[in-house]
């Protein structure tokens, strides 16, 4: 299994709301079983130092679902995101979350221990 994170485009406007990708691939050469329950699917903005996260798309999602899947040899599954442009933290205190200034940063996706490498982006002033 490979796991990519993508940025809809390589740079936003601050204030614009961003499209991530979590893609899943199937790289092997037979079928593959994975369990792809969203609550297990997680995509994370970072500094572009790569510390202190600023956001979760798993700090205000509480759901789970049974998604068992089977991929076919060189199959990928395309999961998206959309960003509001705000901090967040686990349990998604809403006093905490404060919109992310220009600059540069750093994109990482999750499926339960699988972690992507991370990929630039940039918001704009």
Not at 68 to 75: D, I, N, Q, Y
Request: aromatic fraction near 8%.
């Amino acid at each position: 299994m490979e796991l990519t994170a993508q940025p809809g485009k390589p740079e936003y406007p601050v204030g614009q709301r961003p499209e991530f990708r979590l893609i899943v691939a199937n790289t092997g050469p037979v079928f593959c079983f994975r369990d792809l329950d969203a609550a297990l699917q997680e995509v994370v903005v970072l500094p572009a130092t790569g510390q202190d996260r600023l956001w979760s798309s798993n700090d205000c999602f509480t759901g789970e679902s049974d998604s068992v899947r089977t991929l076919a040899p060189g199959e990928q599954l395309v999961f998206t995101v959309v960003w509001g442009g705000r901090t967040s933290a686990p349990g998604c205190p809403a006093a905490a979350r404060e919109t992310v200034k220009a600059g540069d940063y750093q994109l990482v996706t999750k499926l339960g221990k699988l972690t992507s490498p991370p990929v630039p982006f940039r918001l704009l002033p």
